[in-house]
């Protein structure tokens, strides 16, 4: 019932838009959170390869950024969207990897 009341299309409408402003402007920090929301959206609405691309295409932009801390959290959301379509053993691999990264950074999330 909840999937009913949710508003999937208008998220995913302005998460496009968001992308496309970003693309232009050349924002890549802003390119990688809407990506990620993007895939955090489709996750929602059960399209959870379509979800994988673009959690994947967030976590390369992260890294190219160099920004470990993101990185992270793109691993985690790989980790959690493998979880969720029953691969265990990838999603332990994403989730030791944002754990390795996270180290390597001193901090936590």
């Given amino acids: ?38 895939g955090m959206a489709h996750a929602q609405r059960h399209e959870l390869a379509l979800s994988a691309g673009y959690h994947q295409s967030a976590l390369e932009l992260r890294r190219a950024l160099g920004d470990a801390t993101a990185e992270a959290l793109s691993l985690n959301d790989l ?8 691969r265990l053993d990838t999603a332990l691999e994403m989730f030791d990897r944002a754990r390795t990264v996270l180290d390597g950074t001193g901090g936590t999330v």
């Avoid at 980790?79 to 029953?86: A, F």
């Fill in 1 to 38: 019932m909840h999937m009913l009341f949710n508003q999937f299309d208008d998220w995913i409408a302005c998460a496009d838009l968001g992308l496309d402003a970003a693309r232009r402007t050349g924002d890549r920090p802003a390119q990688a959170e809407l990506l990620e929301s993007l």
């Fill in 79 to 86: 980790g959690l969207l493998n979880l969720r379509m029953h």
